[in-house]
């Protein structure tokens, strides 16, 4: 069963730094590529970034790039953002995801997280 | 950037309906176009991808059409515990992008 837990969440001031973290299980973390996607508070959703099987193809939206970095561990089965120069339009809770591809027929998340919420305040 | 919009933005109502929602490209995706559910306080849940492929373990009262630009998501008989949020996402092309969502209420 797959299951992925986000973690390092919390409360940060404007300018300053967080990194989260993803611990996945139940399936083979190095087959698949994984992304990060927020929701702000009375907001939609928000995909914010993802990552190839081997670390190699990394994509990022407008609103984050060149603050927040994606990166992965296949030995650890482990996900993370390191996410810098944060800002109140930030805030959010933060999910991992797997994404299913197969090409030509198929990419989605295919499985979530729970979540970890980060704020963002002077 | 595709833009993603739905409709409608909110609706009401009762077990048993059926409930239809739309989600719109702004440019061709072709099939790429997946469905989301999404309560509060729960991580979202995949029920159709690929336009019109029902994820495994979702119930067959969950379906989606459309290719191009325009799709829809069909409920075939609300059920309580479908009262969510529901989301389109295109994976067309970077950026993905999510529609506005859905909000299926209690009436």
């Known amino acids: 069963q797959v299951h992925l837990v986000e973690s390092g969440g919390g409360l940060v001031k404007t300018g300053g730094s967080l990194r989260l973290s993803c611990a996945a299980s139940g399936f083979t973390f190095s087959d698949y590529y994984m992304s990060w996607i927020r929701q702000a508070p009375g907001k939609g959703l928000e995909w914010i970034s993802y990552i190839d099987s081997s670390g190699n193809i990394i994509y990022y939206a407008d609103s984050v790039r060149g603050r927040f970095t994606i990166s992965r561990d296949n030995v650890n089965s482990s996900l993370s953002l390191q996410m810098n120069s944060l800002r109140a339009e930030d805030t959010a809770l933060y999910y991992c995801a797997k994404y299913d591809i197969l090409t030509g027929y198929y990419e989605y998340f295919d499985h979530w997280g729970q979540g970890t919420l980060v704020t963002v305040s002077s | 950037d595709i833009q993603m919009t739905q409709s409608p933005s909110s609706l009401s109502a009762s077990v048993g309906d059926r409930v239809t929602i739309t989600c719109r490209a702004s440019r061709s995706i072709s099939f790429y176009l997946n469905w989301y559910q999404h309560k509060p306080g729960k991580a979202p849940k995949v029920l159709v991808y690929?336009?019109?492929s029902l994820q495994s373990g979702v119930p067959s009262r969950f379906s989606g059409s459309g290719s191009g630009t325009d799709f829809t998501l069909t409920i075939s008989s609300l059920q309580p515990e479908d009262f969510a949020t529901y989301y389109c996402?295109?994976?067309?092309?970077?950026?993905?992008?999510f529609g506005p969502g859905t909000r299926v209420d209690i009436k």
């Open positions: 690929s336009a019109s």
């Open positions: 996402q295109q994976s067309f092309s970077t950026p993905f992008t």
